[in-house]
């Protein structure tokens, strides 16, 4: 699999594909997740924002799917 474009969405896919056993290749134009921050594609987030609106439920939601993937790039 060839993936064009090395910020966070291109990595996430590039990460994604390689743990279900995919062979992937990630070519990026310049230095990878260059800019990535001020063009956050707001797929990962700690949901701290939601405590405010009383959302506990998602803010723990987001903490776990943060857990699993800081678990998952350790391994891999």
């Known amino acids: 699999m060839v ?7 291109g990595l996430g896919a590039a990460v994604d594909a390689a743990t279900r056993g995919f062979k992937v290749v990630l070519v990026e134009q310049a230095d990878f997740t260059k800019a ?3 063009r956050s594609t ?24 943060r857990g699993i993937m800081k678990k998952m790039l350790l391994i891999w």
Do not use: C, P
């Not at 797929?43 to 959302?55: E, I, K, M, S």
């Open 3 to 9: 993936i064009v474009g090395g910020g966070a969405t």
């Open 42 to 65: 707001k797929l990962v987030h700690g949901g701290v924002r939601y405590l405010a609106q009383g959302d506990i439920g998602l803010v723990m939601e987001a903490l776990r799917e």
């Open 36 to 38: 990535t921050s001020s």
